[in-house]
């Protein structure tokens, strides 16, 4: 009994770390505000900060987007993205001053649409 009552800890634990919390089986597809809330907490894991970006969201169905436009770069992301539904989240760090402009710090994160799996972050560029 006891080894079971283990065991069963043990796999509901695996289970919360693989399957992400926003997409625990309910049977519906990831929504964009739930794709932009899975990208902004994987990025806070990394401990990269969003609070002073622009956030632009696509649900697309195709290898090629505004991030991996370029086919001799990111091939294997690209890959990654083949015959998968996801959504691109792409961050643009605004300057504090609008006198200024900032070079750089773009970043795109791509959510599988029916899991809400990341599937690949480019970027901070």
């Not at 991996?68 to 990111?74: A, E, K, N, R, S």
Request: proline residues 6%; charged residues 25%; negative net charge.
């Amino acid at each position: 009994m006891r080894t079971t009552l283990h065991f069963s800890a043990l796999f509901i634990l695996i289970l919360q770390m693989v399957i992400p919390l926003s997409a625990t089986g309910n049977g519906r597809e990831i929504t964009e505000n739930d794709a932009i809330k899975i990208a902004v907490e994987y990025l806070e894991q990394l401990d990269i900060k969003t609070e002073n970006s622009t956030i632009e969201a696509k649900k697309l169905n195709t290898p090629v987007n505004d991030c991996l436009y370029d086919p001799t770069v990111h091939a294997e992301a690209r890959k990654k993205l083949e015959g998968r539904t996801y959504w691109y989240i792409y961050f643009e760090p605004v300057p504090e001053n609008p006198k200024h402009i900032i070079m750089g710090g773009d970043i795109c994160v791509f959510i599988d649409a029916e899991t809400g799996e990341v599937i690949e972050r480019i970027g901070p560029f």
